[in-house]
């Protein structure tokens, strides 16, 4: 994103990616993992290679790793809930960019506007 040089171009890019900050649909900051299984026995078909697949996920709580398995019905809606997290950190990202340009160019400014009275 670059990042506009004037205060009031900033603050006008601001007010736009602040008004799509709201989440749209639930957020999930977790890891979706794939995970091919056996079961362990040998006279299974699993184990001549026909591993069934099973969807996780996984975060971090208090410094541990956790995890959930996430039933196959279920699989599209936790795709959607992740990409919304994604877009919405993404955003707060750029929010933030321009918050910070926003204060280093108050003084330059500041001073332009003192020099013109």
């Given at each position: 994103m670059k990042t506009p040089a004037h205060p009031t171009l900033i603050q006008r890019a601001l007010g736009a990616r602040q008004k799509r900050l709201q989440a749209q649909s639930p957020v999930l900051a977790a890891s979706l993992v794939t995970v091919h299984r056996t079961c362990g026995q040998p006279s299974c078909r699993c184990a001549q290679g026909h591993k069934p697949v099973g969807h996780y996920l996984t975060w971090k709580e208090h410094g541990k790793t956790r995890s959930a398995?996430?039933?196959?019905a279920l699989l599209?809606?936790?795709q959607q809930w992740q990409l919304e997290y994604r877009r919405l950190k993404r955003l707060l990202a750029?929010?933030?960019?321009?918050s910070l340009a926003l204060v280093q160019t108050h003084t330059t400014h500041q001073r332009r506007q003192a020099g013109r009275s």
């Open positions: 398995y996430v039933p196959q599209p809606q936790v750029e929010v933030s960019q321009l």
